[in-house]
């Protein structure tokens, strides 16, 4: 193959890859496409102000008044509804035809927006109608955005009011046909309607609070942890007389990521009730946390939140002590439950603070005063007019309408109401516009990079917004996609500095790093990066050394062109060998597919329509794949055709380019070929290239059927290396599959020959071939081959799993090395609870005065629903699967240590031991090892292990840049309004509806239960 590169040197040329000039072109790029879209959502924002200012309020506002596409009215949540209507329909909504759009995966109306209004919020009330009246307006401003910049894709206004409205229209998406979907809860609405915060929790466990009290402090505090985002930090404490913090290990301030609230979810169901209350122990305990700056933190907003079910004690010493006189820190109060103590203390608590009182009676008041304290957070925003509205961009989530992973855009709107007096302090809300990661993806130079070159972001938390590793297995929408760079490559102290320096933006010099997947491949890269100008984000850049340079083809000749492009047609398979092509876009106007076969045949109609010069086409990418059908058809007919595959014990042949060509021969082979046909994605490609000599890969162990009668391939493969003048690139990797029955002879072969008589797999002076083991295993811990054929269906296994005891005797022996690596994009079968059955239990049961709490009925249903799903490990519904949920998992990975040499060594077990033979193979990722049966049945030893162990959480502070601006403080901020109940009055329909509905819930067998 190296040959015929030469030969043909004149197709093509070595261009050097400036990585310098390359990361900062991509990051111009970004920049100016995330440009566009901030002059989308200030002009947004400037309209939505205005229409706000010039609105007057409508005490008498009713439904029929107002004229808008509700996205729920025709939702189907059930699969069991037979046709009937939902009870939360809206026959007033607006009717509208839908078209298909490819920009937007899904149907939209591109004359109107549409309106989601959360389920516990009562659609009749004069606050949401006189939100819907005005906003009403903003569908002119979006209409008039999308034409401006035809790319733009969502764009929303998230409503203080819980109201969300977004063009262009299309029906609602509620995942698992239960919409607890609140745009107050999403954390791109988080980021723009407040800085980020420093939060204590304290809850009171005294004796008094028992019962549905506790209940209730337990689902208020869960719901209150799910309104911090990842620029959050926070700690939660229990107390009664004395203080303690509820996650043990967690001494300080945590960021509050996914995985730590998970952490702190879990202690807090966990919480007893028990002693005396004493206030100055958790409010103690909340400021000395607060107060330690050696800790990493938000450094804005701090707070504390104090749930309890009332006292007499102000704590009046306490606040003098740390708080007063400039109250750096606002403290919220939540009346937990239904009592007759004196709330006055608490209120007054909130007001001496800066904060704010809260109440929730019952179930139903949980979700909206959980989060009505970011109104609070968001005075000094509001006061501080332009200087605040600045763009941000979020980290990566799933879009909840379907668009996929994206990024979004925010930008807070302000009350500019003015009263005759100082400025409102209220803010309105968000605007977003999402930016989705393919549209990002498709400004980098991913082809010139080659297989293990790429292009990775970060945000200041040192989450990766592009990485070829951020694969994350969604569950919903519910959870954002929070990848940490350290999580996302092997962690190393170089990669700590890179982090570092990342989101510090400095420049970092070439670093080694370790590329993980089965296996670990040590290989040097080299990193840099540059700030996107505009963004919070940094771009990086990573190459090997051996990607410096790419190959670009130089196809002038058409009749050369029309010649190698002949060998992709199908009718070339049977004498040539199958073709796979990498599912690339070379051509705007070529229809994408899953199915290879279907892909290349849409690709083939597709050329003979244009010419690979056509300016709708990828010029590189296309002449690049032409090139490659070329060569590695002469290669077939120089080498693959002259030889007789099965005198080698082949079962295949087979070529790989850097162009996107994949060939397999002979024909039938591709039958059971099962390599990505992206060349950048497969395994056996990437390690190739990262490795010298050949690399060996045993199939799965899944993929053995039966050993008996189904033919097992060895997959060797190496990577073809080219110098032209000071120029080296490795565009190619070539490789053969092994027939594993026809090499057993040759390895009893190889084996004699690599030992002396003493250890050889054939004579041995004192065994028999029986008592004789011999092995190959590979760089990663993995059985290759053995002569043991009763070990053919263990082909692929890690080797602990066939051989416990010597595994662990070359780990021992300093053969192997191991490393640990978390995977945080994991997904874990929730662990189903024993005591199962079709009856109710535990149901949360509403109390009187639930029952005549009006606010209650508007909620309680949504929300019980919700913490069927959250708060249980067991949830067995009609029409419902058990469900599954995130986590982070752990894996144990072995590779090779500087081993080159022969070794004999001694393994002594309990009763018995036995010699053993080790050595590296040269120029390939193998050892052979030659062992004597064990006599006895024991041998103490560690049983290692390569696969995933339940779910773990790592606790260690990373590096975060913080916040670059914070608004938490400003002098003409009003706190006179520090506390109230919280009630609103629905319509009787709306509360007959939701009793139906609750009711129903309640009657249900096929329900099962949460244990609080």
């Given at each position: 193959m190296r040959g015929i590169y030469n030969e043909?040197?004149?197709?093509?040329?070595?261009?050097?890859?400036?990585?310098?000039?390359?990361?900062?072109?991509?990051?111009?790029?970004i920049a100016k496409l995330l440009n566009s879209k901030r002059k989308a959502l200030e002009r947004l924002a400037q309209e939505a102000e205005k229409l706000q200012k010039e609105h007057s309020w409508q005490d008498g506002i009713k439904e029929s008044d107002i004229s808008y596409y509700d996205s729920k009215a025709e939702a189907d949540y059930s699969e069991d509804n037979d046709g009937d209507d939902s009870l939360l329909d809206n026959p007033s909504s607006l009717k509208l035809d839908f078209v298909e759009d490819t920009n937007f995966k899904?149907?939209?109306?591109?004359?109107?927006?549409?309106?989601?209004?959360?389920?516990?919020?009562?659609?009749?009330?004069?606050?949401?109608?006189?939100?819907?009246?005005?906003?009403?307006?903003?569908?002119?401003?979006?209409?008039?955005?999308?034409?401006?910049?035809?790319?733009?894709?969502?764009?929303?206004?998230?409503?203080?009011?819980?109201?969300?409205?977004?063009?262009?229209?299309?029906?609602?998406?509620?995942?698992n046909k239960i919409d607890l979907y609140d745009v107050r809860r999403r954390p791109w609405y988080i980021q723009g309607a407040s800085s980020p915060k420093d939060m204590v929790i304290i809850v009171d466990v005294s004796g008094s609070v028992s019962g549905l009290t506790l209940k209730l402090m337990k689902m208020s505090v869960i719901e209150m942890l799910d309104t911090l985002s990842d620029d959050d930090?926070?700690?939660?404490?229990?107390?009664?007389?004395k203080a303690d913090a509820v996650v043990p290990c967690f001494k300080t301030l945590v960021q509050a990521n996914i995985r730590n609230k998970k952490i702190f979810k879990k202690s807090v169901m966990q919480m007893q009730a028990k002693g005396t209350t004493d206030y100055k122990s958790g409010f103690q305990f909340a400021f000395e946390q607060l107060l330690n700056t050696s800790a990493p933190r938000a450094n804005c907003n701090k707070?504390?939140?104090?749930?309890?079910?009332?006292?007499?004690?102000?704590?009046?010493?306490?606040?003098?002590?740390?708080?007063?006189?400039?109250?750096?820190?606002?403290?919220?109060?939540?009346?937990?439950?239904?009592?007759?103590?004196?709330?006055?203390?608490?209120?007054?608590?909130?007001?001496?603070?800066?904060?704010?009182?809260?109440?929730?009676?019952?179930?139903?008041?949980?979700?909206?005063?959980?989060?009505?304290?970011?109104?609070?957070?968001?005075?000094?925003?509001?006061?501080?007019?332009?200087?605040?509205?600045?763009?941000?961009?979020?980290?990566?989530?799933?879009?909840?309408?379907?668009?996929?992973?994206?990024?979004?855009?925010?930008?807070?709107?302000?009350?500019?109401?003015?009263?005759?007096?100082?400025?409102?302090?209220?803010?309105?809300?968000?605007?977003?516009?999402?930016?989705?990661?393919?549209?990002?993806?498709?400004?980098?130079?991913?082809?010139?990079?080659?297989?293990?070159?790429?292009?990775?972001?970060?945000?200041?938390?040192?989450?990766?917004?592009?990485?070829?590793?951020?694969?994350?297995?969604?569950?919903?929408?519910?959870?954002?996609?929070?990848?940490?760079?350290l999580d996302a490559e092997l962690e190393d102290g170089n990669k700590e500095e890179v982090q570092a320096y990342v989101c510090r933006r400095w420049f970092v010099n070439p670093r080694s790093g370790l590329?993980?997947?089965?296996?670990?491949?040590?290989?040097?890269?080299?990193?840099?990066?540059?700030?996107?100008?505009?963004?919070?984000?940094?771009?990086?850049?990573?190459?090997?050394?051996?990607?410096?340079?790419?190959?670009?083809?130089?196809?002038?000749?058409?009749?050369?062109?029309?010649?190698?492009?002949?060998?992709?047609?199908?009718?070339?398979?049977?004498?040539?060998?199958?073709?796979?092509?990498?599912?690339?876009?070379?051509?705007?106007?070529?229809?994408?597919?899953?199915?290879?076969?279907?892909?290349?045949l849409n690709f083939i109609a597709l050329m003979e329509k244009v010419t690979p010069d056509s300016k709708k086409c990828d010029n590189f990418l296309l002449h690049n794949l032409i090139l490659d059908a070329g060569i590695i058809r002469q290669l077939v007919d120089k080498v693959w055709k002259t030889k007789d595959l099965n005198t080698y014990g082949f079962l295949a042949v087979f070529a790989a380019t850097d162009g996107g060509i994949t060939r397999v021969f002979p024909n039938k082979s591709a039958e059971t070929?099962?390599?990505?046909?992206?060349?950048?994605?497969?395994?056996?490609?990437?390690?190739?290239?990262?490795?010298?000599?050949?690399?060996?890969?045993a199939p799965y162990p899944n993929d053995i059927l039966d050993p008996e009668n189904d033919t097992i391939g060895i997959l060797v493969s190496t990577a073809v290396e080219i110098t032209v003048g000071s120029r080296t690139v490795k565009p190619a990797v070539v490789g053969v599959k092994l027939d594993l029955e026809a090499w057993t002879d040759k390895f009893k072969i190889l084996a004699s020959n690599q030992t002396d008589s003493r250890h050889s797999c054939i004579l041995l002076s004192s065994f028999s071939m029986q008592d004789l083991l011999c092995y190959l295993i590979d760089d990663g811990g993995f059985l290759i081959m053995?002569?043991?054929?009763?070990?053919?269906?263990?082909?692929?296994?890690?080797?602990?799993?066939?051989?416990?005891?010597?595994?662990?005797?070359?780990?021992?022996?300093?053969?192997?090395?191991?490393?640990?690596?978390?995977?945080?994009?994991?997904?874990?079968?929730?662990?189903?609870?024993?005591?199962?059955?079709?009856?109710?239990?535990?149901?949360?049961?509403?109390?009187?005065?639930?029952?005549?709490?009006?606010?209650?009925?508007?909620?309680?249903?949504?929300?019980?629903?919700?913490?069927?799903?959250?708060?249980?490990?067991?949830?067995?519904?009609?029409?419902?699967?058990?469900?599954?949920?995130?986590?982070?998992?752990?894996?144990t990975q072995y590779y090779f240590t500087n081993i080159t040499s022969t070794y004999d060594l001694l393994q002594d077990c309990d009763n018995c031991s036995r010699l053993i033979h080790v050595r590296r193979?040269?120029?390939?990722?193998?050892?052979?090892?030659?062992?004597?049966?064990?006599?006895?049945?024991?041998?103490?030893?560690?049983?290692?292990?390569?696969?995933?162990?339940?779910?773990?959480?790592?606790?260690?502070?990373?590096?975060?840049?913080?916040?670059?601006?914070?608004?938490?403080?400003?002098?003409?901020?009003?706190?006179?309004?520090?506390?109230?109940?919280?009630?609103?009055?629905p319509s009787v329909s709306t509360i007959l509806s939701l009793q139906f509905l609750l009711l129903c819930l309640w009657a249900s067998p096929h329900i099962a239960t949460v244990s609080l």
């Open positions: 043909k040197k004149s197709q093509f040329d070595i261009k050097r890859n400036q990585p310098k000039d390359l990361v900062e072109k991509v990051a111009r790029d899904s149907k939209v109306n591109y004359t109107y927006t549409a309106v989601q209004i959360p389920t516990d919020i009562y659609k009749g009330s004069p606050v949401i109608l006189n939100e819907l009246n005005w906003t009403q307006a903003l569908d002119r401003v979006f209409i008039d955005n999308s034409r401006e910049d035809p790319s733009l894709r969502w764009q929303v206004f998230g409503s203080s009011t819980g109201v969300t409205r977004y063009y262009p229209a299309t029906p609602w998406r509620a995942p930090y926070v700690n939660v404490a229990r107390f009664n007389e707070m504390i939140m104090m749930f309890t079910d009332g006292g007499e004690d102000r704590a009046q010493d306490i606040f003098e002590k740390y708080n007063w006189p400039n109250k750096t820190v606002r403290v919220f109060t939540f009346s937990v439950g239904q009592h007759n103590y004196d709330v006055t203390p608490l209120q007054w608590i909130a007001c001496a603070n800066k904060g704010y009182y809260f109440e929730i009676p019952s179930i139903g008041a949980i979700r909206i005063n959980t989060q009505e304290y970011l109104d609070v957070l968001g005075r000094p925003m509001a006061l501080a007019g332009n200087p605040a509205k600045k763009v941000q961009w979020t980290n990566v989530y799933q879009d909840a309408l379907g668009l996929g992973l994206v990024i979004t855009g925010t930008i807070p709107v302000f009350n500019l109401t003015e009263d005759g007096g100082p400025q409102n302090q209220v803010i309105l809300g968000v605007m977003g516009v999402d930016v989705t990661l393919n549209e990002i993806k498709q400004l980098t130079p991913r082809y010139k990079l080659g297989a293990n070159g790429y292009t990775f972001a970060l945000d200041p938390n040192g989450y990766v917004l592009l990485h070829p590793n951020l694969q994350p297995k969604i569950i919903g929408f519910r959870e954002t996609v929070t990848l940490d760079f590329s993980m997947q089965r296996y670990i491949d040590e290989a040097m890269r080299t990193y840099i990066w540059t700030p996107v100008d505009g963004t919070d984000y940094s771009l990086g850049l990573v190459l090997p050394t051996y990607s410096e340079s790419h190959i670009r083809a130089n196809l002038s000749d058409q009749i050369l062109q029309v010649q190698y492009f002949e060998s992709l047609l199908t009718s070339s398979f049977e004498s040539e060998g199958h073709v796979f092509i990498a599912p690339r876009e070379y051509c705007k106007d070529l229809e994408l597919s899953s199915n290879n076969t279907e892909f290349l070929w099962e390599e990505d046909p992206e060349p950048f994605n497969a395994s056996f490609y990437r390690r190739s290239l990262d490795n010298k000599g050949y690399i060996f890969r053995s002569n043991q054929k009763d070990h053919w269906n263990k082909i692929g296994m890690f080797f602990s799993e066939v051989d416990p005891a010597l595994m662990y005797a070359l780990y021992n022996n300093s053969f192997y090395k191991r490393k640990q690596s978390y995977n945080y994009q994991s997904v874990c079968e929730r662990v189903q609870s024993s005591n199962t059955g079709a009856a109710p239990r535990g149901v949360f049961v509403p109390t009187i005065a639930d029952f005549l709490n009006v606010a209650w009925w508007t909620s309680a249903a949504i929300l019980y629903m919700s913490l069927v799903w959250c708060f249980t490990d067991n949830v067995e519904a009609e029409g419902m699967e058990p469900r599954e949920t995130s986590c982070v998992t752990i894996q193979i040269n120029n390939s990722n193998l050892l052979f090892v030659v062992a004597e049966k064990l006599l006895c049945n024991s041998c103490q030893m560690e049983v290692l292990t390569q696969v995933e162990d339940p779910c773990e959480v790592l606790n260690t502070a990373r590096y975060r840049k913080g916040p670059s601006t914070c608004f938490d403080y400003n002098v003409t901020e009003n706190t006179s309004d520090c506390g109230r109940g919280h009630s609103f009055s």
